[in-house]
């Protein structure tokens, strides 16, 4: 079944402790992005790769990093959390100008 | 800025009834659109798109306009079914690429 994978679905967990959000698709999509849900700001895109080893920013990439290393994985990984992110994650992917596929999304909670 | 937004944030249909959902979008430039539909717990999920050189695309029970001249585009569900309730996004997508700005969403609710 083509999917998009998320890990974990839910954390809580406290400010500062570096935490990664695993994002893998098995549809070989080259573009692959993150995306943050807010009540009321819609999805906003924390960053983007359209390919391995390529990776930009979105509109919102303050505090996050990612990495490209394989095609099919691009991990989110918040280096000093707090509490201003927590949200709700998505993780997209998709074949370059073609729709994109969501994971169910992984709720992050940071004290 | 660019932005891309919706008319209503909420909408209330009853079964059968065919639904209507607006959306707003700012940059010109703006080559691909998609509609999205988010039910609880969920992530979007794709259900038409469309392309700049198009005003219209059936799918499904859907219809996506598009009006250039007012950089309108909407979304027609007809026979809306209580499983159709849901948020929909519409999104756009600039020439350069893949990336996409999401509208703020509607929340549709069928009432049987």
């Known amino acids: 079944e083509a999917q998009v994978t998320q890990n974990p679905r839910y954390l809580i967990t406290v400010t500062g402790k570096k935490l990664t959000v695993t994002c893998s698709q098995n549809?070989?999509?080259?573009?692959m992005s993150w995306y943050r849900q807010d009540p009321g700001l819609g999805l906003r895109q924390i960053y983007y790769s359209m390919n391995v080893e390529v990776t930009d920013k979105g509109d919102v990439p303050e505090g996050y990093k990612v990495s490209r290393k394989e095609k099919r994985n691009f991990p989110l990984i918040l280096e000093s959390p707090s509490p201003n992110q927590t949200s709700l994650y998505f993780c997209?992917?998709?074949?370059?100008?073609?729709?994109?596929?969501f994971g169910d999304g992984t709720r992050l909670s940071i004290l | 800025g660019e932005s891309v937004g919706l008319h209503l944030p909420t909408l209330s249909v009853q079964e059968g009834d065919n639904s209507i959902i607006n959306c707003a979008y700012s940059?010109?430039?703006?080559?691909?659109f998609i509609w999205y539909k988010q039910e609880s717990g969920k992530g979007p999920q794709f259900i038409i798109d469309i392309r700049s050189n198009m005003d219209k695309r059936q799918g499904q029970r859907v219809t996506v306009l598009l009006n250039k001249t007012v950089k309108h585009l909407s979304l027609q569900i007809a026979a809306t079914q209580p499983g159709d309730s849901a948020v929909y996004f519409c999104a756009e997508r600039g020439a350069s690429g893949s990336r996409l700005t999401f509208g703020e969403g509607t929340q549709l609710t069928v009432n049987p």
């Open positions: 940059n010109s430039a703006s080559d691909y």
């Open positions: 549809m070989n999509h080259e573009y």
């Open positions: 997209a992917s998709s074949s370059n100008y073609q729709p994109q596929h």
